[in-house]
């Protein structure tokens, strides 16, 4: 019994022993076998140093998580964080939605251009988003080749760009288009939603009120198309020579924005909320 008591003693002894026994820990070089440094260590020791230093990042990383926006990835989340994830869920909807609309309205106008729009009862939307677009600024920046041909224009046509004779007119209160005579008239009936009209060589074709350009196309025909959003109409022309603006310019009322020439009439139609209106109504031709 006495000889068990000390084999058990002796087994414990020896396992003290040896956690606390020191290694000798020993950097050699390779090419001569000679010790370049050595250090003692021992199994407590080796221990401790790996606890103190999971201890140290542990406190690296709480510091880190609290000072910290990841602090707020626990489920505990703040009232205040949660309003505030809540308010950028709404908005970031908002401009889905917004952006969505835009789109639509913007193909809408680009049938518009191309002839390829099919008038519904049902086929109203709403110009919020019109205005949305125009409140955005879109593509604000002018080309530099336009700005110098409007510059170099502006000096030769000083008067014909600048002095316009405004209508006063209660109901007439948009700018005519263009100098010219009416070949073809609006008619709902026959499904003619635009009016033709004859002009003179090189004539001067003007914005009928402030707006942002939505559209420039070049067609088959070798003249160009463009669409002007305004506040409350979308105007259209098509058979221009040549143009002077670009998509996501504004223009003013009465504003030179292209040419047009005797050979092929100026084409012009009037919408508002997607509905074909008669220029002639809310222009003095």
């Known amino acids: 019994m006495t000889d068990i008591k000390d084999t058990m003693h002796n087994k414990k002894k020896s396992w003290l022993q040896r956690l606390f026994y020191k290694y000798r820990l020993v950097v050699i070089d390779e090419h001569d076998w000679t010790e370049k440094k050595y250090v003692y260590v021992s199994r407590i ?43 950028e869920s709404e908005r970031l909807d908002s401009l889905t939605t917004v952006l969505e609309l835009q789109e639509q309205y913007l193909e809408t106008i680009r049938k518009i251009v191309a002839g390829d729009i099919d008038i519904k009862a049902d086929s109203v939307i709403s110009l919020d988003s019109m205005q949305l677009i125009m409140q955005a600024q879109l593509l604000e920046s002018k080309k530099e080749v336009t700005e110098d041909f409007l510059a170099q ?23 005519k288009p263009v100098t010219g005579t009416i070949i073809r ?9 635009n009016i033709l009209l004859e002009t003179a060589d090189k004539a ?12 420039v196309s ?16 979308v105007s259209v022309y098509r058979n221009l020579t040549s143009v ?28 508002q909320n997607i509905r074909p209106v008669n220029p002639e109504e809310v222009i003095a031709f």
């Open 185 to 193: 008239h609006y008619s709902q009936k026959d499904k003619v939603y």
């Open 244 to 271: 002077i603006k670009q998509v996501g310019e504004r223009v003013e009322m009465g504003e030179l924005i292209g040419f047009s020439n005797a050979k092929q009439p100026l084409e012009f139609s009037l919408w």
């Open 218 to 233: 070049y067609g088959l025909n070798a003249t160009y198309s463009m669409a002007i959003m305004h506040p409350s109409y």
């Open 45 to 87: 020791g080796v221990f401790f140093i790996i606890l103190l230093f999971g201890i140290v990042i542990f406190c690296i990383l709480s510091l880190f998580v609290y000072f910290t926006p990841l602090g707020n990835l626990s489920s505990n989340l703040s009232k205040e964080v949660n309003r505030q994830l809540i308010s």
């Open 153 to 175: 224009y502006e000096a030769k046509e000083h008067d014909n760009i600048l002095v316009f004779e405004l209508q006063q007119s209660a109901v007439h209160t948009l700018f």
């Open 204 to 215: 001067n074709v003007y914005s009928i009120n402030r707006g942002i350009i939505v559209d």
